[in-house]
């Protein structure tokens, strides 16, 4: 009996991704198709070959592929054991259709930035309450592909913005609870996404959302300190919930909150 595909599917709330689609296919081959958005995708175990434009590709590991809306092409597995991909598909919001054509013609990135910035991503996504994050990692992903695409169009812009990145800091410290989009900063500042996360990174030494994390699990911290439950602080911090409270917690304390409180004294 042949095994069964595995696969995970679902829409983040984050701008411009139409769909996550993580699977993992032993046998099954993808016909010629198309699809509406682009197709960004690598792949963590064996490897897939697929046919673009009349031309044959491959996905190594080390390789970011990036698939054209609109454009027909096929998949299949490349080893006797398949392959296990990450999928995300993305609007013309992220990636304008002006560059079809040089992804047609260059469907496979070999840049390990690149790969592991989209890894990240993925982890991100799978974390309901890190869309500050998310969408930060993919501004700057978008902004990477568009280099690889379109190089003599883009200069690298990491210059500093100390102004700029006090305006976000600021604009951070304000919605610590409520939260706020890449987008809806970038909007209040007047300032192109990627820059901005660039210029407060270059200020700080932290990125947006680890700012802001941050802020959070201190607030935490003084909550848990008076006695409150680690649920209601959970709401009362900005975490989506408990368990989203407890992995940032871990990550920037060293133990959870339950233990946390444990420690209190008095």
Same mark, same amino acid.
């Given at each position: 009996?042949?095994?069964?595909?595995?696969?995970?599917?679902?829409?983040?709330?984050?701008?411009?991704?139409?769909?996550?689609?993580?699977?993992?296919?032993?046998?099954?081959?993808?016909?010629?198709?198309?699809?509406?958005?682009?197709?960004?995708? %690598?792949?963590?175990?064996?490897?897939?070959?697929?046919?673009?434009?009349?031309?044959?590709?491959?996905?190594?590991?080390?390789?970011? /592929?990036?698939?054209?809306?609109?454009?027909? !092409?096929?998949?299949?597995?490349?080893?006797?054991?398949?392959?296990?991909?990450?999928?995300?598909?993305?609007?013309?919001?992220?990636?304008?259709?002006?560059? %079809?054509?040089?992804?047609?013609?260059?469907?496979?990135?070999?840049?390990?930035?690149?790969?592991?910035?989209?890894?990240?991503?993925?982890?991100?996504? *799978? #974390?309901?309450?890190?869309?500050?994050? +998310?969408?930060?990692?993919?501004?700057?992903?978008?902004?990477?592909?568009? &280099?690889?695409?379109?190089? =003599?169009?883009?200069?690298?812009?990491?210059?500093?913005?100390?102004? $700029?990145?006090?305006?976000?800091?600021? $604009?951070?410290?304000? #919605?610590?609870?409520?939260?706020?989009?890449?987008?809806?900063?970038?909007?209040?500042? #007047?300032? #192109?996404? @990627?820059? $901005?996360?660039? @210029?407060?990174? /270059? +200020?700080?030494?932290?990125?947006?959302?680890?700012?802001?994390?941050?802020? =959070?699990?201190?607030?935490?911290?003084?909550?848990?300190?008076?006695?409150?439950?680690?649920?209601?602080? @959970?709401? *009362?911090?900005?975490?989506?919930?408990?368990? !989203?409270?407890?992995?940032?917690?871990?990550?920037?304390?060293?133990?959870?909150?339950?233990?946390?409180? =444990?420690?209190?004294? &008095?």
């Amino acid at each position: 009996m042949a095994p069964q595909p595995e696969v995970s599917a679902w829409r983040p709330r984050v701008p411009g991704v139409v769909e996550v689609f993580h699977a993992h296919f032993t046998e099954y081959a993808y016909p010629m198709h198309v699809h509406d958005a682009w197709t960004l995708l %690598i792949v963590d175990d064996g490897a897939v070959r697929y046919d673009l434009e009349r031309h044959e590709h491959g996905t190594p590991h080390d390789t970011v /592929t990036l698939l054209p809306p609109h454009v027909p !092409h096929n998949g299949s597995p490349a080893t006797p054991y398949g392959f296990r991909k990450r999928v995300l598909y993305l609007d013309a919001t992220r990636l304008s259709d002006e560059l %079809i054509g040089a992804a047609v013609d260059q469907p496979d990135l070999r840049d390990p930035v690149l790969r592991t910035r989209v890894g990240q991503l993925h982890a991100a996504l *799978a #974390h309901t309450g890190d869309e500050l994050e +998310a969408e930060s990692r993919l501004t700057l992903i978008g902004e990477r592909l568009r &280099g690889h695409l379109r190089p =003599r169009d883009t200069a690298d812009v990491s210059r500093p913005d100390p102004a $700029l990145a006090r305006r976000l800091r600021e $604009l951070l410290d304000e #919605h610590v609870v409520d939260g706020i989009t890449l987008d809806e900063a970038a909007g209040f500042v #007047h300032a #192109h996404p @990627a820059h $901005l996360v660039r @210029a407060f990174s /270059t +200020a700080y030494g932290i990125a947006p959302h680890q700012y802001l994390n941050s802020r =959070r699990v201190d607030r935490a911290r003084r909550l848990l300190l008076d006695g409150r439950p680690a649920g209601e602080v @959970a709401s *009362a911090t900005g975490f989506f919930d408990q368990s !989203h409270l407890t992995r940032h917690f871990r990550k920037l304390v060293g133990v959870t909150p339950g233990r946390y409180t =444990r420690t209190v004294r &008095g």
